[in-house]
């Protein structure tokens, strides 16, 4: 068993069966100003 994948395997698939995703943000980071706030937040 190699851990290369096969690829005519892969080559032969059919593309259209995929299923469209759309991506989400689910835990955006944090401005700069959000962290400067919080850590002027912290010394205080």
Request: charged content about 45%.
């Amino acid at each position: 068993m190699s851990d290369k994948p096969n690829m005519a395997e892969i080559e032969k698939s059919d593309k259209s069966k995929l299923k469209k995703t759309e991506m989400q943000e689910k835990t955006p980071l944090p401005s700069k100003e959000t962290t400067e706030r919080d850590e002027q937040a912290g010394k205080s």
